[in-house]
């Protein structure tokens, strides 16, 4: 039987330098790396991280126009100021901004909520649907394609104010176009801003007609990339154009739908400018929803800083919810997000 024998460690011998971390290995083979990111993350820390920090502080305050400042200063007639400290100075109040906007003591939270998730919903619903759809066609061999291509991306190119008050125009109750074709086929004209879901109706189609193109584009994309010869064989042995889409189509599209999904749904959840200009919250705040509702509390009226700060919190808490079951979801499917 072999035996081996350690040789005892010499005291005089110096000790072998400890090896570095991983993130000292990184930076020891990266710093140009490193170098070249420094700039657009100090960017982001300075315009994102910043103003977040600052809004999360501020949603535990009772901060309002009246109260932002800590000294006021007051001109006298000799032409000089006299400044005094502010007796209602911002305070901390701690969750008390949560608890009356989760129970409906100000403003109109779970009514401005059960609206911003019913118009995700149907949005990102017709979004994806039609682009889909219009991705299928324009990836097939016909003559035009190009132009029909250029033509359906055109809604994406107009500013979205611009495209709001074109919809808005469209659904006025005595000018519109809507109301207008309604005329000429015997259909009463319709007061589109005068009840809950007619007027949200017309903010989901402007929205819809905004973006399907994205949808569209990036939807052709990925069929593009499925590999042809997969729906020649499956022709071959005999499947449905019905089967060859639902078994070769959809699973092919399966990484670029959960992406522009989980985008669609963040981008229509935080979509302002629709909201703002084609229903303006008629009638009487009923179609607001919780971007908009941030807004006029924070620019409206007593501008309440603190009351739109907590919505902020709220709406990013949501979706930061959303997309971590969104991709757990996703990871038990087998997805890598």
């Not at 977040?52 to 126009?65: C, K, M, N």
């Not at 042995?237 to 989980?262: C, E, H, K, Y």
Request: overall charge neutral; charged content about 15%; aromatic content about 14%.
């Amino acid at each position: 039987m072999a035996t081996t024998t350690r040789t005892p460690a010499d005291p005089t011998k110096p000790a072998s330098p400890k090896e570095p971390g991983r993130l000292r290995r990184s930076y020891d083979r990266n710093w140009y790396a490193w170098a070249m990111v420094l700039p657009t993350v100090l960017v982001l820390g300075v315009l994102v991280l910043y103003p977040l920090a600052q809004g999360i502080l501020q949603s535990f305050t009772d901060l309002t126009e009246a109260n932002q400042q800590e000294v006021i200063c007051t001109k006298t007639l000799g032409g000089g100021e006299t400044c005094e400290e502010n007796p209602n100075q911002a305070e901390f109040v701690g969750l008390k901004n949560y608890v009356d906007v989760l129970t409906g003591q100000r403003g109109d939270f779970w009514l401005w909520f059960t609206n911003t998730v019913v118009w995700t919903t149907a949005c990102v619903f017709f979004h994806y649907t039609i682009g889909l759809g219009l991705a299928v066609m324009l990836n097939r061999d016909f003559r035009g394609r190009g132009i029909y291509r250029v033509l359906l991306i055109v809604p994406w190119a107009v500013p979205a104010f611009v495209s709001a008050f074109a919809w808005r125009f469209m659904f006025n109750q005595n000018f519109g176009l809507v109301n207008a074709v309604l005329g000429k086929i015997g259909i009463d004209p319709v007061a589109w801003t005068d009840h809950r879901w007619t007027s949200l109706f017309t903010a989901i189609v402007a929205n819809v007609w905004l973006g399907v193109p994205f949808m569209m584009v990036a939807l052709l994309g990925g069929l593009q990339s499925i590999n042809n010869d997969l729906y020649e064989a499956a022709a071959i042995d005999g499947a449905s154009p019905w089967q060859r889409f639902w078994n070769i189509t959809m699973p092919g599209l399966r990484p670029v739908s959960s992406t522009v999904i989980l985008l669609g749904t963040i981008w229509t959840f935080n979509m302002f400018p629709i909201i703002f200009f084609v229903t303006g919250g008629e009638p009487a705040g009923q179609t607001e929803i919780l971007v908009t509702g941030a807004f006029r509390a924070a620019f409206e009226g007593i501008r309440n800083y603190s009351l739109a700060a907590t919505y902020g919190v709220l709406i990013l808490s949501i979706l930061v919810v959303y997309a971590g079951i969104y991709r757990r979801v996703l990871s038990k499917q087998g997805e890598v997000f």
